[in-house]
């Protein structure tokens, strides 16, 4: 077959697709191969072919093959096609050619070649038929191969006159995109001679398009065309009319394509567009104007967010005569629009226009015209509209433009506070005439000139290389303000006196000129705008506000003390500051230990207000360590007198202390402690409920000091104390020469009991091994600590030394490494277990709790033998006294909790009795924590809970006894959400099955209400976190919650269903609920009636988001 | 925006909780204690209201105070005043309608609930005409708010009939109340 056959067969359009492209296969192999000189590699290619494409013709062509297959031949060729009447062979014929160029981009054209290629093309464009063969045929030239001078230029120009970008499909009209595109990139002088006509034809071109495709390319071209063309501006309008179609984009891409365009890209792109020269500004601002104005919300914000964008770009020159407009139409957005959106965005526009309007010096003409159009009308509407919502949004334009910069904030500042400084002593005269409406007045006005203060001060914060050393234009204005503000502390209104104490704080902080620095440290004497005596009457009227009777005065004054205290230097509060403080703490306990009844309950709540005020100052790290000894003072003088208000104290130490802190005090301050507790307890036979208070609270403060020690340091303080304690030196400690019956572990007295504890605490925060320290304590020492502990664990009868020497235990068992423990359990289960009458009650459920708390020393440091130890509990789960099988069910809850001290302890509703405190204070200390050394594996929770779930659950499955199901839901109390969920399966029919148990038995034990309790609990716990899973059990669920809540007969049942109904409510589709709205309306109506208000309460709750389904 | 009737309100700050609803001894936590009803609860129950107009609660407005509750423990009877924000404030019906279902969700029933305008706070708490169309009155109240002036707020709220109708499950207004109720 000879190539003008090939040729015939592909331009022949009646032939099968297969064949044609085979041809045209044929014919590209045959250009390929003249150009290749490398035989062998031609053989390859053809066989690979011959594999792919099993067509004859292919055989056919490597009989043929030494034949070559010249361009010149080629054309020659197909000339007759090229010139053919026929409209569509002609076109046929001239896309042979543009797919050999196309696919064959390594073809070597001399330049003859190229220009007869060119001028062809050129020629061929005025031909209507072919026009997409053509300029695809143009592509491939322009894009392969390298065009000389003119015929670029003359095709860009017959393609602008004579192609018709609607008569192109979409590709195609890409293509040209393209070619423009390349053009720039490599003839960028021809393009540039052709100035106003290639703007003419291009304008013309992208106009209309309408495919996402094309657009976003046409949208990254644009910048270039403007970057390039000089003459694009005589065309701005027009350009701009074109882009502005397409605002704002309104575009939805279908879902399944993932490499679609999205409405982001298109909308980045135009917004560049838009952006891309400062000439758009008179058209684009008036433009997004008109559509901020517009009335969809969307619409709104994305145009104020454009406006912003492009106002950077154009720069203040452009932007200038613009402002008034911009100034008019987003101030009567945020005067009158309804939507808080658009009003937050529209400032979020000021503040930003604004700030960029600032940034450079030249700009400040603009800036201050800008500015003053704000100013005039804002303090107009704030003077004549008190105390409504018009002057409360000029309040927030003012503030917004002051932030935006120190420039800015000059500027209205110095324009603004004269005008109400002046307008608030205007109201003073006249508050006579009318004081309900001029006060009000006068308040905003205080609450207008904090804002600005506040504004002032954020301003500062963002530091401007330009703005460097601008004054603070508070500065002229400081003694006039300070004396406002100073008076108004003793105005009668609370509200005026809270604003002036915060206007009082800010302008404290205010900082003198514009400095980098970093921000929230201390500032030098010079660098604040009062002076210095100024400064400290400030902080005097603060402190005495400090004991104001009103609650939100308090704590507002305690508020500004604090951010004056972390803007100021350490220096000046321990000057003042602190020492009125302590005067105050201190007189007032005097006064209390002279027993003057009547007031004593007053000068309590006074103390208490200082000290919490000075512990929450104590948080500031720096202070803190240089009031340390302070501190100390005041605790062992709280100790002395009996005074109880510790918990302050506690949580300076629970909070803010740390090793740094500590490091120089921690021996003077804890045995000084420790031996005022010695005195206190064993010295004064005193009431045991001042023991009760006493005790937990230091036991925190000594836990707390002890965790922060560095190891070396705790092994002093060890030593120290085992000789007190085991030794029984008590000469040790100052002031105690006298006791001589001074054997804790031997003596049975309470007084010497309740001192173990601090013993036990000590010794279970240590940070290594204490049984492998020989260097410290010796073998046999340990041992006899060991036993010790054990036998006070089991025989004492005091809770609180049980306990902790249990815990101490634990800890010790967690940290060791040998295997020497195991002989402790040998010990205790032989307790446990025995069941003749010999043992006592409470020697067994000790031995429970040390149990308990080994296995947990277990569990934490990863070892094997805490899901033995878990085995036994779960059997003893079953035992037949009552009081073991409950407490061994609780256990799971001690197990895996993981306490952390947190502010959030709960209080114990169940039972207030002192000795519960103590209790629950003592186990609720983290004494397993990494901070206190404990040994602890990573996820032992979820390996504990998925070995030990499993053989809960066939134990209840087999007993069906209740108390598996309180340990069970104990367990899943304390693990992951994650873990919970893998589980959710068999946890969500154990959690019905006990509702519906409870419904149908009458009588309900405590027991059984116990388990309701934490049944309940879980099921909060899961409508919370994954309602979905819920959703098939509602039929059943909701008549036992209904039946729960109405005559469940503990409080908190009756709360915590009604609870889960409210989440149900809140938390599943209106469908699934729909079935049962009548029901639960009608069903917890007695509720409404509960006779408990806290049931009530929830009741409402419950019932109005039920009724408002929808 | 001009078919609001106060565009601007003045906003009162809100009470100090402290002192008078959350405090713990009004939720006794024992199982025996009967905590009687009070005015607070009442009020706790309304103050959260939102003006069909201002994102604000009635107690912001103003608009209720515990002063105004008054509650009979014995006769189970409840009488409930509140102030309009403006003396021709047209939303008042809405606001009354508002509590009075509010109320009538979260008491039980066997409390009677009268809710009215405090007097001489209201344009029309007094003079009109009576209208026989149960729910037409309530549908103007919202599209047109100036013809309020005509009818009898407390009458209207009186009115079981037209309350009920008002609250009919088809009703637009039952949207607008469950709008100004919601939690």
């Known amino acids: 077959m000879t190539t003008s056959k090939t040729i015939d067969t592909y331009v022949n359009i009646q032939l099968p697709e297969t064949e044609r492209s085979d041809a045209l296969n044929v014919i590209l192999m045959g250009m390929y191969r003249v150009r290749q000189k490398k035989r062998g590699d031609m053989m390859m290619m053809m066989m690979i072919y011959l594999c792919i494409n099993d067509s004859f013709i292919y055989m056919q062509y490597l009989d043929v093959n030494s034949k070559r297959l010249e361009l010149h031949q080629f054309v020659k060729m197909l000339g007759d096609y090229l010139q053919n009447r026929d409209n569509l062979l002609r076109s046929r014929g001239t896309l042979l050619l543009t797919e050999v160029l196309c696919r064959l981009p390594n073809l070597q054209l001399n330049e003859q070649q190229l220009s007869f290629f060119g001028e062809f093309y050129i020629d061929r464009l005025k031909d209507y038929a072919c026009s997409s063969e053509v300029v695809k045929g143009i592509y491939a030239l322009v894009a392969h191969h390298k065009l000389e001078y003119p015929y670029n230029q003359k095709m860009l120009r017959t393609l602008f006159s004579e192609v018709h ?133 969307d619409t709104k914000i994305e145009s104020m967010q454009t406006l912003v964008t492009c106002s950077l770009a154009y720069g203040a020159k452009a932007m200038a005569p613009l402002l008034e407009d911009v100034w008019g139409t987003l101030s009567n957005q945020i005067l009158t629009h309804k939507n808080s959106q658009v009003i937050e965005e529209s400032k979020k526009t000021i503040f930003q226009i604004t700030r960029q309007l600032s940034t450079l010096p030249a700009d400040k003409p603009i800036l201050e015209s800008f500015l003053n159009l704000i100013n005039k009308e804002c303090i107009h509407h704030i003077k004549t509209s008190q105390d409504s919502k018009l002057a409360v949004s000029c309040a927030s334009i003012l503030v917004q433009t002051i932030s935006a910069s120190v420039v800015s904030s000059r500027i209205v500042l110095s324009y603004i506070l004269p005008h109400l400084l002046e307008f608030y002593n205007q109201l003073v005269l006249e508050i006579e005439q009318d004081p309900v409406h001029k006060s009000n007045e006068q308040i905003s006005i205080v609450g207008l000139l904090n804002d600005l203060l506040k504004a002032n001060i954020l301003s500062f914060q963002t530091f401007y290389k330009n703005h460097q050393d601008e004054e603070n234009p508070i500065l002229s204005f400081s003694n006039r303000l300070y004396d406002l503000f100073l008076g108004l502390l003793s105005n009668q209104s609370i509200l005026v006196r809270s604003l002036s104490l915060e206007c009082l704080s800010n302008l404290y902080i205010s900082i003198r000129s514009h400095k980098e620095t970093d921000s929230g440290s201390s500032k030098n004497d010079e660098e604040l705008i009062l002076e210095k005596d100024k400064r400290q009457t400030i902080i005097k009227s603060f402190i005495s506000l400090l004991n104001d009777f009103d609650d939100s005065l308090r704590t507002k004054s305690l508020d500004c003390l604090m951010t004056i205290a972390k803007n100021e230097q350490i220096e000046i509060l321990n000057e003042y500051a602190i020492p009125t403080l302590l005067q105050m703490i201190n007189t007032n306990n005097i006064n209390n230990n002279n027993g003057d009844s009547s007031s004593s309950s007053t000068t309590l709540k006074e103390t208490k207000n200082y000290l919490n005020a000075f512990t929450s100052l104590c948080t500031i790290k720096p202070l803190l360590a240089s009031v340390m000894p302070h501190i100390q003072s005041l605790l062992l003088n709280n100790i002395k007198s009996k005074y109880i208000s510790n918990e302050s104290l506690e949580s300076i130490f629970m909070k803010s202390i740390d090793e740094s802190v500590i490091q120089n005090n921690y021996d003077h301050l804890l045995f000084g402690l420790i031996s005022q507790l010695f005195i206190m307890i064993l010295d004064n036979n005193s009431n045991s409920l001042y023991n009760s208070k006493l005790l937990p609270i230091s036991i925190i403060i000594i836990h707390s000091i002890i965790q922060n020690i560095n190891q070396s340091n705790q092994k002093q303080i060890i030593e120290k104390i085992i000789d007190i304690y085991i030794n029984n030196n008590i000469n040790l400690l100052n002031g105690l020469q006298h006791i001589s019956s001074w054997e804790p572990f031997i003596s049975s007295t309470q007084q010497q009991q309740l001192l173990i504890p601090i013993f036990s605490i000590i010794l279970s925060q240590a940070k290594f091994d204490i049984t492998n320290a020989t260097d410290l304590i010796s073998v046999e020492k340990v041992q006899q600590i060991q036993q010790s502990l054990f036998e006070k664990v089991i025989k004492s009868d005091i809770s609180i030394a049980s306990i902790s020497c249990a815990q101490c235990l634990s800890a010790i068992v967690n940290k060791s490494t040998g295997n020497s423990n195991n002989n402790l359990i040998e010990k205790i289960l032989p307790i446990i277990n025995d069941n003749s009458n010999n043992t006592n009650k409470k020697e067994k459920l000790n031995a429970l709790n040390l149990l308990v708390w080994i296995t947990k020393a277990y569990l934490i440091n990863g070892n094997s033998q805490s899901i033995q130890l878990g085995r036994v509990l779960s059997d003893m789960v079953s035992s037949p006294d009552q009081d073991i099988s409950n407490r061994a069910a609780q256990s799971f809850d001690i197990l895996l909790n993981e306490v952390e001290l947190s502010e959030t302890k709960q209080p114990s509703t169940t039972s207030n009795s002192n000795e519960s405190i103590i209790i629950s204070t003592i186990t609720n200390l983290p004494i397993l924590s990494s901070k206190s050394g404990a040994v602890i594996k990573v996820l032992h929770q979820q390996k504990f809970f998925t070995l030990m779930f499993p053989i809960l659950l066939e134990a209840f499955k087999q ?67 994954v309602p979905n899973s819920i959703s098939p059990y509602l039929g059943s669920l909701i008549p036992s919650l209904i039946t729960i809540s109405t005559t469940g007969q503990l409080l908190t049942l009756r709360q915590s269903s009604l609870e889960v109904l409210t989440y149900l409510s809140k938390s599943l589709p209106y469908q699934k609920l729909y079935p049962y709205k009548q029901s639960v309306i009608n069903g917890i109506k007695p509720a409404l009636d509960d006779k408990k208000r806290l049931v009530r309460r929830e009741a409402t709750t419950c019932r109005n988001c039920w009724y408002i389904l929808s | 925006m001009s078919d609001l009737s106060n565009p601007n309100p003045v906003i009162y700050s809100v009470e100090d909780d402290g002192n008078l609803f959350n405090q713990q001894e009004r939720f006794t936590e024992d199982e025996d204690t009967v905590d009687d009803f009070d005015v607070y609860e009442i009020f706790d129950l309304v103050r959260d209201i939102t003006d069909p107009e201002h994102p604000l609660s009635l107690e912001q407005l103003n608009v209720v105070r515990h002063e105004n509750i008054k509650i009979e423990k014995d006769n189970n009877f409840i009488r409930l005043y509140f102030t309009p924000t403006v003396p021709h404030c047209s939303m008042a019906n809405i606001i009354g309608l508002s509590i009075k279902e509010k109320l009538a969700r979260s008491l039980p029933q066997r409390f009677k609930v009268d809710v009215k305008v405090t007097p001489g706070s209201h344009s029309s708490e007094s003079s009109g005409m009576s209208n026989n169309k149960v729910d037409t009155f309530f549908i103007l109240i919202i599209i047109h708010s100036f013809i309020h002036c005509k009818f009898i707020v407390n009458k209207q709220l009186g009115d079981k009939e037209r309350v009920s109708a008002a609250l009919d499950s088809n009703s637009p207004i039952l949207s607008v109340v469950n709008e100004c109720i919601k939690i």
């Open chain 1, 959 to 1025: 007993s069906k006894l209740s108390q598996y199901l309180v340990a069970i839901t104990n367990l899943l109390r304390n693990v992951s959400k994650e873990v919970l969920l893998s589980e959710l399966g068999e946890v969500l029919p154990i959690v019905l099955q006990s509702l519906q148990q409870q419904q149908q038995q009458a009588d309900q034990s405590q027991n059984q209400s116990q388990l309701l309790g934490s049944s309940l609990e879980t099921l909060l716990m899961l409508v919370k976190d």
């Open chain 1, 165 to 297: 970008p609607s008569s192109l499909p979409q590709t195609h009209r890409k293509m040209v995109l393209q070619i423009i595109d390349i053009l720039f990139a490599r003839h960028l002088a021809e393009i540039q001679a052709m100035g106003n006509d290639f703007m003419v034809g291009y304008l013309q071109f992208i106009d209309g398009e309408k495919d996402p495709r094309n657009l976003m390319f046409s949208f990254n071209l644009l910048p270039t065309v403007v970057r390039c063309i000089p003459q694009y501006a005589s065309f701005a309008d027009s350009l701009f009319e074109i882009l502005s179609c397409y605002y704002p984009i309104s575009f939805n891409p279908k879902q399944s394509d993932p490499n679609a365009i999205t409405r982001v890209d298109l909308t980045s792109s135009l917004l560049k567009c838009f952006a891309s020269t400062p000439l758009f500004a008179e058209h684009s601002v008036p433009f997004l104007l008109e559509k901020i104005s517009a009335n969809v919300v």
